[in-house]
C-alpha cells in the first residue's frame, strides 16, 4: 500500500478516536453486548458456565445495571442448566483483553468481577484496534483493483458516508463492527491466496471464516468467497480444486482451523443441553420468517430503511453493473453474498434491529465487498464526469454525518420514524414542537391512560356480555339472583376459571402498524375474600405454543371494595406483531377457588384513523 494510504489510515483513526471521546459508550458491558461477554467472566471467574449459582450474576446486574431482564439466557427444561443465547464468536474477540484486564484490575484498584469499567476500557480499546486493523485491510483491498485515488475515496466514502462511523464509535462491542473487520482481512487473505497459492494466506482465511461463522451463524455464507473468488469459468475452479488438494495435510489443517471456533460452541450446547445443535432464540416474538422476508421495509422504509439513511448503498448496488463489464471473475462473489445477506437480515421479525443503531446495521458486515463494488462505480463516473462526481458524493458525506449527528442528539428518532416525522426534522438541529405527533406509537407506553390522541383512533365493539344468556358451554354458570345493572351475571370459581372474551387475527382486525385492545368489566367480591380479582389478560399467539406479549391486570387488595360490585377496566397495545396471521386473545382468569361474579364485560379495538 503506499504512502498515501497509510496516511490515509492513521488520520481516519485519529478521527474516529477524537468521536469517541466526543461520544464516548457508556456502560459498554451491557444489553446485548452483556450476552455476548457472559462466556468469560461465567468460565473464568465465577466457574459457573451454565449460570446454576446465579447470586453472583444478579449483584452484577445489580450493581451495573447491565440489563433490565436477563434475555440473554434460556432454562433448558431438561438438564435445567442456563444457556447462553448468543453464540461464543465475540467471546472469543474478547478473550485476550479480557484476560489483560483481569490481570490489570487489581493492578489500578479495580474489583476482579469481570464488569468494573477496565474491563469494558480494555475490551473496547482491543475492539477499536481491530477495527483500524479491518480499514486497513480495506484499503488494501481497493489498491489491489483501483489507482491511489479511487481507493482512498472509496475508503472515506464507506467509512464515513455509512452508518460505518457511528458504529465504529458508538457500539464498537456489537457484532457488526468486528464482522467488517474479519469480512476485510478475509477478503484481502482471499485475494492474496489466488495470486501466490501460500498456505499461510489460506490458514487465516480458513480461521477467518471459523470466527465469523461462530459470530453470526447465518454468515457462513463467507466461505463462498474463497471458493469462488476469480472463478468464471470451470476451468478456473478445476484450478483452484487441484491447488487445495494437492497437499491434504495443508488442507486438513486449513479445515481444522475453520472448526475449531465451531467445535467450542457445539462442545459448550453439548454438556449444557446434550445436543450438538441448539436454537437458543426461544422467544416465540422474534425470530426469522425466511417465506415472508420484510426486504422492502429493511431498504426503503423510512423507519430504518438501508437505502433511505445510506443511499450509498444503493449506489455501490448499482454499480455491480460496473464489475460485471470490468471483472466478471469477481462478480459473482459480491453479488452472491449480498444477495444473501439481504435476504437473511432482512428474514429477521426485528427487522429495524432495534434502536442501537443509525441505518441498518445488521449488513455492515458485507461493506468491504461492496466497498470494490463501489470503486468500480465511482471509477467508471469520474471517467465520464471528471471532478463534477466529488460534489454528489460530498453531498451523500455530509448528509450521513448531520443525520447520524441527528440519531445522537436524538433528532432522528432511534426506533419509530416515518416519513412524515422526516420530513419536518430533515436538515434540523432541534425537533419542531409538534413533530412527535407524527411518531410511529410509542410501544414502551403500555399503560392505562398510555392513548397520546384518543381523537386519532376509532373504537369498535368487538364483543359484549351483559350474561342475559351464560355462554354456550358454562350454562351451570349463569347466576340469575343478581347483576350489575340487571338480574343476571356469570360467576368464577375452580369450577370456571377462564371467560372467553374475544380472539381474532391481527390482519382481521386493521392492516394498520398498530391498535389498542380496550375492555372493561364488573366484577362483585363476597365479603372475607383475601385474594386478587379476577385478571384480564391478553397476548398474542405465534403458532402452537408460541405465545408472546403475555400482559395480565387485576385489581389490587387494597383496591378491592368487599360486597359490591368493583370495576376493572383494561389496556393492551398491541405488539410488534410476528406475522399479519398471528391470533390474539383476550380472557378473564381467575385462579383462586372463591366465587366471584362477573357482569357486563365489553371489549373493543381502537384503529388508527390516519
Not at 118 to 127: A, D, K, P, Q, R
Not at 468 to 490: I, M, R, V, W
Not at 555 to 568: A, E, G, R, T, V
Request: proline share 4%.
Amino acid at each position: 500500500m503506499q504512502a498515501q494510504g497509510k496516511i490515509t489510515v492513521l488520520f481516519t483513526a485519529i478521527i474516529l478516536l477524537l468521536l469517541k471521546f466526543i461520544y464516548p459508550e457508556h456502560n459498554i458491558l451491557s444489553w446485548d453486548v452483556f450476552g455476548y461477554y457472559l462466556y468469560l467472566p461465567a468460565q473464568f471467574i465465577y466457574h459457573d458456565p451454565y449460570l446454576l449459582h446465579q447470586d453472583w450474576l444478579h449483584q452484577i446486574v445489580a450493581e451495573y445495571q447491565s440489563t433490565a431482564t436477563l434475555y440473554q439466557i434460556n432454562l433448558h427444561p431438561e438438564t435445567n442448566n442456563w444457556i447462553i443465547k448468543y453464540s461464543m464468536g465475540m467471546s472469543i474477540l474478547y478473550a485476550p483483553f479480557f484476560f489483560i484486564a483481569h490481570w490489570l484490575a487489581p493492578i489500578f484498584g479495580y474489583k476482579q468481577d469481570g464488569f468494573s469499567s477496565i474491563y469494558g476500557l480494555v475490551i473496547e480499546s482491543g475492539m477499536f484496534l481491530l477495527s483500524i486493523l479491518g480499514l486497513n485491510y480495506l484499503l488494501k483491498i481497493l489498491y489491489a483493483y483501483f489507482e491511489s485515488k479511487i481507493a482512498i475515496l472509496t475508503f472515506i466514502l464507506i467509512v464515513f458516508a455509512t452508518n460505518y462511523v457511528q458504529l465504529t464509535v458508538q457500539y464498537s462491542l456489537l457484532t457488526h463492527v468486528p464482522l467488517f473487520s474479519l469480512y476485510a482481512i478475509l477478503i484481502y487473505f482471499t485475494i492474496q491466496w489466488n495470486n501466490n497459492k501460500q498456505w499461510r494466506h489460506l490458514f487465516l482465511i480458513a480461521l477467518s471464516c471459523g470466527i465469523i461463522t461462530i459470530i453470526r451463524p447465518n454468515e457462513i455464507i463467507c466461505v463462498l468467497i474463497p471458493l469462488l473468488w476469480n472463478i468464471n469459468k470451470s476451468s478456473n475452479f478445476k484450478d483452484k480444486s487441484n491447488c487445495l488438494f494437492a497437499s491434504k495435510g495443508k488442507l486438513f489443517a486449513a479445515v481444522l482451523l475453520f472448526l475449531i471456533p465451531l467445535c467450542l460452541q457445539m462442545w459448550y450446547w453439548k454438556k449444557g443441553t446434550n445436543q450438538w445443535l441448539y436454537y437458543s432464540y426461544q422467544n416465540p416474538g422474534e425470530g426469522f420468517d425466511f417465506l415472508s422476508p420484510y426486504t422492502r421495509s429493511f431498504l426503503f422504509s423510512f423507519r430504518k430503511g438501508w437505502f433511505v439513511y445510506t443511499p450509498l448503498a444503493m449506489i455501490a448496488l448499482l454499480s455491480l453493473v460496473f464489475v460485471y463489464r470490468k471483472n466478471k471473475s469477481i462478480f459473482w462473489v459480491i453479488l452472491i453474498p449480498t444477495v444473501f445477506s439481504i435476504y437473511v437480515v432482512s428474514s429477521w421479525s426485528c427487522w429495524w434491529y432495534a434502536g442501537g443503531s443509525y441505518s441498518q446495521r445488521g449488513i455492515l458486515s458485507i461493506y468491504p465487498l461492496l466497498a470494490i463494488s463501489l470503486g468500480y462505480g465511482i471509477s467508471f463516473s469520474m471517467s465520464k464526469l471528471k471532478n463534477i462526481i466529488f460534489i454528489p458524493l460530498g453531498l451523500l458525506l455530509l448528509l450521513n454525518l448531520f443525520q447520524a449527528w441527528q440519531f445522537n442528539h436524538d433528532v432522528l428518532d432511534h426506533e419509530r420514524m416515518t416519513f412524515r416525522y422526516y420530513k419536518k426534522i430533515f436538515l434540523k438541529t432541534e425537533k419542531p414542537k409538534d413533530a412527535d405527533n407524527f411518531l410511529l406509537v410509542n410501544r414502551s407506553a403500555d399503560e392505562d391512560g398510555a392513548i397520546a390522541n384518543i381523537n386519532n383512533y376509532e373504537e369498535k365493539t368487538m364483543a359484549s356480555f351483559t350474561y342475559e344468556k351464560a355462554p354456550q358451554g358454562k350454562e351451570y354458570a349463569k347466576c340469575d339472583t343478581f347483576g350489575n345493572g340487571d338480574k343476571h351475571s356469570l360467576f368464577m370459581s375452580e369450577t370456571n376459571e377462564f371467560v372467553d372474551g374475544f380472539a381474532m387475527k391481527y390482519n382481521q382486525v386493521t392492516n394498520k402498524d398498530h391498535f389498542w385492545i380496550k375492555a372493561s368489566v364488573d366484577i362483585f367480591i363476597p365479603e372475607n375474600y383475601q385474594s386478587e380479582s379476577a385478571i384480564f389478560v391478553a397476548h398474542f399467539n405465534h403458532g402452537e405454543n408460541g405465545t408472546y406479549k403475555y400482559r395480565n391486570k387485576s385489581i389490587s387488595n387494597k383496591d378491592l371494595k368487599l360486597k359490591q360490585w368493583n370495576h376493572l377496566t383494561f389496556l393492551y397495545l398491541s405488539p410488534e406483531v410476528r406475522n399479519i396471521n398471528d391470533d390474539f386473545k383476550v380472557y378473564l382468569w381467575h385462579p383462586n377457588k372463591t366465587k366471584i361474579y362477573i357482569d357486563n364485560l365489553k371489549i373493543s379495538v381502537l384503529i388508527p384513523n390516519q
